[in-house]
């Protein structure tokens, strides 16, 4: 009788173990890859790929992609640059198990057809704290361009490096 209450008890942790999420021990660096779609009506147009590093310890990591464009202020004024493309900033934090918590900041500029002199160019932004399961995609942000019609999604995938 002790030994086949000893053994239902073992049985019972073993399930309750074995459906449990796997833990995943915090580490000092990320992979952070993220993906950017850009969207019309729910269609998929374009995809863009972007992968940084970073440290648990607090510092936030960049990417930074695109182009320094000249803008003529006239006269005196000279020209200005203008940065458009794609920025992103990142700061993790191990929760201790199997996510991470995420500070993101990420901008999108782009300038469509100019007209004659005049240069216009279109940004979102967002800005948020997702808390990110390790291995798994992860919405950062999705935000609708009120100019296009399209939206912007933001995904990342969290995983340790070794």
């Known amino acids: 009788m002790i030994h086949r209450t000893f053994l239902m008890c073992f049985l019972i942790a073993s399930a309750l173990a074995f459906g449990q999420d796997q833990k995943v021990e915090p580490h000092s660096r990320y992979k952070l890859e993220f993906v950017l779609k850009q969207l019309d009506h729910g269609k998929v147009l374009s995809t863009h790929n972007f992968v940084m590093s970073a440290e648990s310890n607090g510092s936030t990591s960049q990417v930074r992609t695109g182009n320094r464009i000249p803008i003529d202020l006239g006269g005196e004024k000279g020209l200005q640059y203008q940065d458009v493309g794609f920025s992103c900033d990142a700061r993790i934090n191990p929760v201790g198990s199997s996510n991470v918590g995420l500070e993101i900041g990420w901008?999108?500029?782009?300038?469509?057809?100019?007209?004659?002199?005049?240069?216009?160019?279109?940004?979102?932004?967002?800005?948020?704290?997702?808390?990110?399961?390790?291995?798994?995609?992860?919405?950062?942000?999705?935000?609708?361009?009120?100019?296009?019609?399209?939206?912007?999604?933001?995904?990342?995938?969290?995983t340790p490096e070794q």
């Open 107 to 158: 901008e999108l500029s782009t300038m469509p057809g100019a007209t004659g002199s005049e240069r216009v160019v279109r940004q979102v932004k967002g800005r948020s704290t997702p808390l990110a399961p390790v291995g798994k995609q992860t919405l950062v942000g999705s935000v609708d361009d009120i100019n296009s019609g399209q939206q912007f999604e933001l995904d990342v995938t969290v």
